[in-house]
């Protein structure tokens, strides 16, 4: 009987297989995890921004009920530094300034959150008590707190290392050729803007149990990671000097990241190192306030940008001058965010012929600023974004039309950027198209019209972007100062009844791997989706992986599987040439039936791995029993999603809110696997872009205090917030990577912001208003309507 | 959160008794405020004595030309009491609007008027209404009762045990919500009835919540959205922050007025 099973394979929106167990409140969450004996870390944090550490007595915390241990920075002197994954060189080839980031501080604490000393105990509530009996005597001084205040002559310095407070002064691009340009240009535009602050907020704070097995000598670290074998090799190689063999690493159930759970923390480091002295695991768990503080920030940039136009309105050249904000130490991969993640997506869709790029890196008072959800791209678009609708302002062209004739043409790939990056398809044209129909944006006027009837003021924006991910290849990222290969790893292992467990190198933290990494071998395989289990997060169980980040794991961790699985398939062909007494290059495979070409004698792929684990009847002499392949895949560029966001806004005057009530995107991710996945993610991804454009903001005041330092004060998204989200793709594939895909899980969170704020400028057009800076807030938008008053578009 | 003790005490009496033998100690109804802060440890009560026990405290009734609340009365109570979506909707609807679920169903009347935030909605509404407030020893009203930020007339130890509401013909509000904390940013409260012509503000003011009395005279004169829609409030008097400045909040104030009276017809 021929049984018709649901298709499961690519393309099919298949629900998430994790879902039931996250639902259900069943996930196993690093909090969850409670291990025998354990003990409980509080880690006291520095009040200050800035502060000499004249002495630090822990007698009356040692002597508190419950307290097992009580360490601060002298304990740990002997231990490295939190490393720094990415080394950017200075214009004159100098390497940037790398001060030392240590787990606990060692005689200064250098923002508000930096960690002191760490309190082990029975259990947190007694850890906490006796942090509180700590005395330490600061001597506070005068903090950096923003990045103007750190660049003034005479600043306070962040660090000894850092003149200036300058990590580093790097640029890209031919500068020579720029100049030439913008002498020939009939019109030069310029552009100002700062990229806001965001505080990370995933739902699940961060946490890390550590625990050392005093008869073994191996140490376990179970933490909220993006990326567990990368954590073993930072902290096992770089701070605590163990091996890999002696340190295994566990991600396990992870709730969202966000990018912010990549780097390396100082709590993972304490409780491993600790575990080890205390002979007990600790955990620790960190509560929203310490999120808030201790989590790496993202963005936070003000740029400066001028664009050369020719009297038709084609794009001469771009100039970019950015600062960017490190906090007071590098996180893991902070210095390559505004430099390689960002600059070199200066040209956007558009043919810019030359490009040039200023960047400077500066230490501040404040907590680290690392990658966030687009980590750079976002920061690109949004200033690429807006000057363009500024541009078309200024030289009264339409600002699709300009867009338009500025858009690399379809038959352009591959197209080479003056700004390293080759493209390797796309087609903008199709994405615009697709969007400016589905928001149907020649009925916008109309629209606008009613809403003002109403006295309400409508607005519509557009952004075309292009973003880059699945970083890659290993080598060309070593040479621009990745301290780390960038490639993946994928074991497919096919069980003696054909049952698969994959076990992959990305981590999954929401975006439902379980069941996209599934399809991909159910459909190339032919194994029902349910038997395929997917293993992540276990330095123990999987071989190697660099962790998910980038939206990398479907391009470069799926690439690995589909490697993994040729292997799988070619093994598989030679042991069912010999079940059919056929020559192997006769033998065909298509979703789990091998084929002798030509005839009706099969054999399943049930057949073949029960003759491979019970290899009676085996070529044993040629090949080896079992049916399990490794593959790692180093890529050969990045893959380049793109597309068009177009917001459309309703602004209530008399309140200056920003009501969002409408928002289109169509992107262009390459294969798409689950729709269904894919459209989550963009809508995510969107809500992080209205939240940046309209409500966030990490916000410190003079003193180095952050002032939006709890949910009270910093906006994040609610439902409310955002319009519904309609999502469409339009499909070129990727050329270089056997799938074809190309990424989806940042697109929503960098084609939005310029898309919004586009969007509220249009609505305030009456109003002479040519920038509002994020976040667009009610009181921002007032002081505008109101007029005349000096606050007007800040 | 640091130790404490912990009473339940099922009568006023009792509550009255434990919190006057300890002055550190603290009464705790709905703990939407105080648990916050206890686990902050922003609070060192020695004692907290938890009033969810105490039948008397409960429940909504109507007394005539008046409506009588139990200061145990949570948010979502109020919000789809009949008795008070009958005589005061404009109430009923101010309670729908607090907070979330969560904090609607655990927050009480009783404990919201005895915190006097500035930036919660029922200060507003209570001055506006000309209510009384109800405590164990006495009564008083809301004029003298919210005397400015988190500051009340209540002496240490003294329970909030009902707040009695006179029935208005008329009354509206309306509020601009903080973005991120979505407590009041300004919200203004009409009403016209025994008390007069009243209008009660909260969050944007610099003391907490407050009556605008030209807005008073103006609506007393002229029950009208118009009547209000050019009287500006001084700058001076109103609170400025991250998320938006005196000025602002002053402007909006004028704004939700002309909107609290429509809302009021
Ligand atoms: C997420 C969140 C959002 C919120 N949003 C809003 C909002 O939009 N608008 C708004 O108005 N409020 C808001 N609140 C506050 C909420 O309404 C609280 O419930 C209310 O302020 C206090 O009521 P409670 O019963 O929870 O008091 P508790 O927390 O139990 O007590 C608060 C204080 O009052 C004292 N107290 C309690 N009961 C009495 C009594 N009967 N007599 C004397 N003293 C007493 C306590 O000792 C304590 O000092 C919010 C709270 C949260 C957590």
């Known amino acids: 009987m021929n049984v018709v099973a649901p298709f499961e394979g690519i393309g099919a929106s298949v629900r998430r297989k994790e879902d039931l167990r996250f639902l259900s409140g069943r996930g196993q969450y690093t909090d969850d995890i409670n291990r025998p004996g354990q003990t409980h870390a509080f880690i006291l944090r520095s009040p200050h921004a800035h502060a000499e550490i004249r002495s630090i007595d822990v007698t009356a915390a040692k002597a508190m009920p419950g307290v097992l241990a009580v360490f601060t920075g002298a304990d740990m002197a002997g231990i490295g530094g939190l490393p720094c994954g990415w080394q950017i060189h200075n214009k004159d080839g100098s390497p940037m300034a790398e001060p030392k980031h240590p787990v606990l501080a060692e005689g200064k604490v250098r923002h508000v959150g930096d960690p002191v000393a760490v309190v082990v105990a029975e259990t947190k509530a007694q850890a906490r008590d006796a942090g509180e009996a700590i005395v330490v005597d600061y001597n506070p001084l005068p903090a950096a707190a923003t990045m103007d205040q750190a660049l003034k002559a005479g600043a306070p310095q962040v660090h000894e290392g850092a003149p200036g407070n300058l990590c580093y002064d790097w640029h890209i691009g031919d500068k020579a050729a720029l100049d030439a340009a913008f002498a020939k240009a009939h019109k030069v535009v310029s552009f100002e803007t700062t990229n806001n602050r965001l505080v990370p907020n995933a739902m699940e704070p961060r946490a890390a149990i550590g625990e050392f097995d005093p008869q073994s000598g191996d140490y376990t670290l179970y933490t909220t990671s993006q990326n567990p074998h990368v954590i073993r090799l930072l902290m096992g190689a770089f701070v605590l000097n163990i091996p890999e063999a002696k340190l295994r690493v566990v991600a396990p159930d992870v709730g969202g990241g966000f990018g912010s759970k990549i780097y390396h923390y100082a709590e993972e480091a304490i409780v491993t190192w600790a575990s080890a002295r205390v002979k007990r695991p600790i955990k620790w768990t960190a509560e929203r306030t310490e999120s808030f503080m201790s989590d790496a920030h993202g963005r936070d940039h003000v740029s400066r940008a001028e664009l050369a136009l020719d009297a038709d309105g084609k794009i001469l050249g771009l100039k970019v001058h950015t600062l960017a904000n490190m906090g007071a130490y590098l996180s893991t991969f902070a210095p390559c965010v505004p430099t390689y993640l960002y600059a070199t997506l200066l040209a956007g869709v558009y043919t810019t012929p030359v490009i040039y790029a200023e960047v400077k890196a500066v230490f501040t008072n404040t907590v680290p600023v690392d990658a966030y959800r687009g980590a750079g791209r976002p920061e690109a678009t949004y200033l690429l974004e807006r000057l363009m609708d500024v541009a078309a302002a200024e030289i009264g062209m339409d600002r699709v039309e300009f867009r338009r004739k500025n858009f690399i043409p379809v038959d352009a790939f591959p197209y080479q950027t003056p700004v390293a990056l080759q493209y390797d398809s796309g087609n903008y044209f199709a994405t615009l198209d697709a969007a400016l129909q589905a928001a149907d944006w020649k009925g916008f006027e109309a629209r606008r019209a009613a809403a003002k009837a109403k006295g309400k003021l409508r607005g519509i924006g557009i952004s075309t972007y292009l973003e880059a991910c699945g970083i890659a290849p290993s080598a060309v990222v070593g040479s621009l100062g990745a301290r780390a290969g960038l490639y993946e790893v994928g074991t497919i292992r096919v069980h003696p009844t054909g049952s698969v467990t994959v076990l992959t190198g990305t981590h999954s933290h929401g975006q439902g791997h379980e069941t996209t990494l599934a399809q991909l071998v159910a459909d190339r395989l032919g194994v029902p989706l349910a038997n395929i289990d997917i293993v992540h997060g276990d330095t123990a169980k999987v071989p190697f992986g660099m962790g998910t980040y980038g939206s990398r794991s479907l391009a470069v961790g799926g690439s690995a599987m589909f490697k993994a699985m040729d292997k799988i398939i070619a093994k598989g062909k030679r042991i069912a040439a010999h079940l059919m007494e056929a020559s192997v290059e006769d033998v065909e495979f298509d979703r789990g039936t091998f084929r002798v070409a030509g005839t009706d004698k099969t054999k399943s792929l049930t057949d073949i791995s029960l003759a491979a684990y019970v290899p009676h009847n085996y070529p044993i002499e040629e090949i080896e029993p079992g049916l399990e392949e490794t593959a790692f895949y180093d890529p050969k560029n990045f893959t380049y999603p793109g597309g068009c966001h177009i917001a459309e806004v309703e602004i209530d005057p008399d309140t200056g809110k920003v009501s969002m009530v409408n928002f289109t995107a169509v992107d262009d991710v390459g294969r798409v696997i689950n729709p269904m996945i894919v459209e989550g993610q963009v809508q995510g991804g969107v809500a992080q872009g209205i939240g940046q454009a309209l409500l966030e903001s990490a916000i410190y005041d003079a003193q180095g205090q952050l002032i939006s330092g709890s949910m009270m004060d910093y906006t994040m998204p609610r439902a409310d917030d955002l319009a519904p989200v309609s999502v469409a793709t339009h499909t070129t594939l990727c050329t270089h990577n056997p799938l074809g895909v190309k990424g989806c899980g940042e697109v929503g969170a960098i084609g939005s912001p310029p898309a919004v704020i586009n969007a509220v400028v249009d609505a305030l057009k009456d109003y002479g208003v040519r920038h509002i800076e994020m976040p667009a807030t009610p009181a921002k938008i007032w002081n505008i309507v109101n007029g005349g008053r000096k606050m007007a578009a800040e | ?265």
């Open chain 2, 1 to 265: 959160m640091y130790d404490f003790a912990y009473h339940k005490p099922s009568s006023v009496a009792d509550a009255v008794k434990l919190l006057a033998a300890d002055p550190d100690a603290r009464a705790i109804s709905g703990g939407m405020t105080l648990l916050p802060a206890l686990k902050l440890r922003l609070n060192k009560p020695t004692a907290v004595v938890d009033l969810s026990g105490i039948a008397e405290l409960r429940g909504v009734k109507r007394e005539g030309g008046t409506i009588v609340v139990g200061a145990l009365t949570k948010h979502y109570e109020v919000a789809t009491s009949a008795e008070i979506k009958a005589a005061i909707p404009a109430l009923a609807w101010m309670a729908s609007t607090i907070g979330d679920t969560q904090v609607r169903n655990r927050g009480t009347m009783g404990g919201s008027v005895a915190n006097n935030d500035p930036s919660a909605d029922y200060p507003a509404a209570l001055l506006a209404l000309g209510a009384t407030i109800q405590t164990d020893k006495r009564k008083i009203g809301a004029d003298d009762f919210f005397q400015g930020m988190f500051a009340t007339a209540l002496d240490t130890g003294e329970i909030v045990t009902a707040i009695h509401i006179p029935v208005p013909e008329k009354a509206g509000y309306a509020k601009m919500k903080n973005p991120a904390s979505r407590y009041s940013m300004a919200g203004v409260f009409v009403a016209r009835g025994p008390a007069g012509v009243r209008v009660g503000v909260n969050g944007a003011g610099a003391n907490g919540a407050f009556r605008a009395t030209a807005m008073e005279a103006a609506l007393a004169a002229n029950w009208s959205p118009d009547a209000v829609a050019s009287i500006k409030m001084d700058p001076a008097m109103m609170n400025g922050d991250i998320h938006g400045s005196a000025e602002y909040r002053a402007h909006l104030v004028t704004v939700m007025a002309k909107r609290a009276v429509a809302n009021a017809g």
